[in-house]
Nanobody
Framework: QVQLVESGGGLMQPGGSLRLSCTTS????????VGWFRQAPGKEREGVSCISAGDLNTYYADSVKGRFTISRDNAKNTVYLQMNRLESEDTAVYYCARGPKGGYFCDYDDMDYWGKGTLVTVSS
């Protein structure tokens, strides 16, 4: 049974850091692309970052480039999103999702399993 569970969200002041974790089970993590998406109140879900199968490529939305870093630990079946210099605009529910096997990108329509999300609130 494929599962993805996000954790690490919370309340942080602007300029602070958080690390989100996506713990997976039921599949070989190294073989799949995994993406982080977020949905702010009243807005559509958007892609934040993606790590390809085999860690051959990473992708970042322009809004987080230089501040967020995606990584994975296959031994722990976990994908991380390190978020630094947080801004109020980063406030959202963050979701991780599994992409295609052997995949290079994380197109929204190609993600087949999703976690339930973790809330990140950036506020002073």
């Amino acid at each position: 049974q494929v599962q993805l569970v996000e954790s690490g969200g919370g309340l942080m002041q602007p300029g602070g850091s958080l690390r989100l974790s996506c713990t997976t089970s039921g599949f070989n993590l190294d073989y799949y692309a995994v993406g982080w998406f977020r949905q702010a109140p009243g807005k559509e879900r958007e892609g934040v970052s993606c790590i390809s199968a085999g860690d051959l490529n990473t992708y970042y939305a322009d809004s987080v480039k230089g501040r967020f870093t995606i990584s994975r630990d296959n031994a722990k079946n976990t994908v991380y999103l390190q978020m630094n210099r947080l801004e109020s605009e980063d406030t959202a529910v963050y979701y991780c999702a599994r992409g295609p096997k052997g995949g290079y990108f994380c197109d929204y329509d190609d993600m087949d399993y999703w976690g339930k999300g973790t809330l990140v609130t950036v506020s002073s």
